[in-house]
């Protein structure tokens, strides 16, 4: 390649829009259900990565080469991914992602960037249709995205978000090419730069921070200082995310900006990205954030060393559980559905309750277990009871509890046989109970409630949390007053339970 063309290479790769304009726009936020999808189509394909698909697959087996290699126990919940020209930041960005076991599988794969075009209140997520890239359609989770939407009113759609914005785009072919399993996505554009702003946004991601699911942070660090500042300056802000501690990040972007660093016009573009995942998780003692790898501009044929911009790897863990001794996998989740089935259907229309031949089934359905059947009817409850400590085998408390949740939940009439085809089943088995002495120890998302008081007690399963999008203070409160009935505050003289729970439903 001429040196004239890879100094064009390198101006057209480079090149980061700010913010321009902060227009008054519409919420838009209608999408998925009966309205045509409108894909998103790339926009960055051609000068951030390559168009065409073998070159792309090509340069990416380049980049995965040159990573840093996998440093990290643990389940990752999120990584820090650069999100410049890949011949610039392409070996940090796969350093990112050889974090994660390529045959990992996840519910959703939050993708967030800080918009380089517009200023806007919130946040916008793509709920119009899927991504595109040279490497295929990445779907989006639309159903979590139109409930996010209208659950909380940081979040919205905003179309000049996400038409020009690159900082998404770059990571789904690096997540195409890394994962063996098919993922789904949340593409999440931060248009806000007020903190409390930031705040909002990490509360209502909260719940869906937990192992089952991926973040991914995308920012690059210092803007075109020379290249010794820019070493200086990005190690300095990546230290502060390394405390794990949003309000030192905030000072040391201050720090940063009054330094007077020449050429310095930001120390971190999509700052505001970071500092939401930061409010996630700066209480959680489980979890770890590593430092993987760093490299500028400055380091590559491209690159010019009195002008460059920084890259950083970071990884944020959470230690691993020991495995439960009691584990289903997918034949006894799929014996138990037909059970529930069976049973709902026979006692529904016929009043009688099926028996069941057992010689077949896995020790764990044979297991004395706590279940709840959950039913649901256009997205709705339809009925919910189950119980916790049984003396029985797993799968008659699954039957039992069909017949319960159908018929004997006195907040709903029983299900009716024309109801029958639109009920949707789901079941919950829980972990034995442990006492906890501080609500400190519940993590929303992975531990389900059991408040006792005197003779009066409540529960939520794990999956409420991440449902309503509670905090900790609403879940409590909802359940003490709610289910228990022992008032808002009534949790803080109970004695308090987590456990967890296997849940899966049918298709």
Known sequence: MMKSQKYGMMIMLLLIFFPISCKSQTNQNSAGGSQKLKNRNPVAAGSYYPANQAQLTSLLDQCMAQAASPKVSGDVLAVLVPHAGYVFSGSVAASSFNQIPKEMKFNTVFVIGSSHHVLFDGASI???????????????????????INANDCFGFFPEAHTNEHSIEVQLPFLQHRFTHEFQIIPIVIGTQDVQRCRDIAKALLPYLNPNNLFVISTD??????YEDAVKVDKKTASAILANAPEKLIRTLQENTREGIPGLVTSMCGWSSVLSLLYMTEHRDDIKVLHIDYKNSGDTEYGDKSRVVGYNSICFTQDKEEPSAFYLDEKDKKELLKIVRKTMEEYVLHQRIPEFTTHDYSKNLLTPAGAFVTLQKNDALRGCIGQFEPDHPLYEVVRDMSISSSTRDYRFPPVTPDELSDIHIEISVLSPMKKIESVDEIVLGKHGIYIVQGSRSGTFLPQVATQTGWDLENFLGHCAKDKAGIGWDGWKDADIYVYEAFVFGEK
Not at 126 to 148: C, F, K, S
């Open 126 to 148: 793509y709920n119009q249709g899927h991504y595109i890239t040279p490497l295929g359609t990445v779907p989006v989770n639309l159903e979590l995205a139109n409930d996010l």
């Open 221 to 226: 660090f210092s803007h075109y200082p020379s």
